[in-house]
């Protein structure tokens, strides 16, 4: 890589002087300056990556208002008791040590594409050649009446972003009696990680078979069916956890009463369970939303598939759950890993005035587990097509697994391990 090629605007002096900054890293000062939006798997890896791949001549900084990255995959295993959040939980020191990443901890509340400067919560702003915006998702609490008050005060959790409430969750079912009802409920698709919700009822159900056998797990979903493994998770159910588990379709929840703990539906008789674990529907996050660039269904921020350039402001970048997927790509932290070195290899390209890779590629594999110590994965690889403009799956790529198993319950954690490795050491 050649570092001359990719400060922009400068003559061979200044060229001199942006490679010799005096914390071992250029001065940022004069080589092109790319802010990063979100720290997550999205955000962290497009930090590294645009880093890296530029031989650290490119300035980024990434804003962050989390000291440190927790992850939400795997936590469906803090609720179960199996990990501890600490074990999910990384440093942003390498991202900065090791890559000369700058690190921002706090929120950006707002930006302007034609002045090309970010606004962070804290009043100050910085500016930027090329913007990527990782936020993930906003949870929609206002969609199901009376949810936002129930979460804010901790007696109906979603716990769908890891933190505080993954833990508070798990507090919920450690103090359910035996013979309590544990209810979750799934919004209409799309959503982030398929899987997700019906790997979080299958752990609650063995830790319930394990401690406290006369209760019961519900899963509301407003969807037609399982929209992810479907086959896979309704058999473990009913080989696993019989009666202790039952599912239910077209459920799509309305309000919440946090009183009396009751679940109310469009069209559905009224729920009550001992632990509601309601996880609302989602969009992009806010600060997509507010900047307009969420134009699909008002949710979801459009993009040109071979950058990841949002196809409404230029030099702005989306990456991650807050975009509208190609076709059977799910919102998962492995894809926005691939999208955002998509969009890293992009911007350096484009900064480059080189042009942009015509076939990018991409892979995912999503594990889940339905039991602690039982695992199952569907995986895919996705290459872009130029026809469709779109992601497409490769034909005969990937697969599914035929039965759960050992090895995908420790592949699972392996993945996860090594995710974390990619977006952040
Ligand atoms: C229970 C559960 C299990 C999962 N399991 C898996 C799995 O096994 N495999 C898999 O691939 N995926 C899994 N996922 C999905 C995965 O977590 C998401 O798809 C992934 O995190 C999306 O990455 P992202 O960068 O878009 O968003 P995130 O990782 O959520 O990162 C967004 C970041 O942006 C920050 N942010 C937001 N707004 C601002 C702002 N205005 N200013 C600055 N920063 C901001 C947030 O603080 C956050 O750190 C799981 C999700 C859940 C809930």
Redesign the pocket.
Known sequence: MNRRQVVLGMGAGSIVSALGGCAGWPSSRKRAQVVV???????ATVAKYLSLWSDHTIAVTL????PQ?V??????RVIDGEFALAQLTRSYDSLRRRHGVRLIA????SFDPDAKRVVLGAGASLRYDKLVL????DLEFAAIEGLAAAHADGRILAA???GRDTVGLRAQLQAMPDGGVFAITIPEAPY??PP?PY??ASLVAAYLKRCKPRSKVLVLDANQDVIAMGSLFKKAWKELYGDLLEYRNHYRAVAVDADTQTVRFDVQEDVRADVLNVLPPVRA???AQAAGLANINARWCEVDFRSFESTLAKDVYV????IQAAPRMP??????NGHAKVAAAAIIAALRQQPLDPQAMMT?T???LVAPNAGIHSSAVYRYDSVHRSFATVPESGGTSFEPDATDAAG?VA??TN?WADMLA
């Open positions: 939006v979100g720290g997550g798997c999205g955000g804003i962050e208002p989390n990255y992850s939400a995959p795997l936590s469906n706090d929120r950006v509340s990782a936020p993930g998702i769908w972003t890891a982030r990680c997700a790997e979080r996050g806010a600060v990456v991650g759950d807050a919102k998962s932290g492995h894809l926005a995912n999503c594990y889940s699972a993945w996860a995710l």
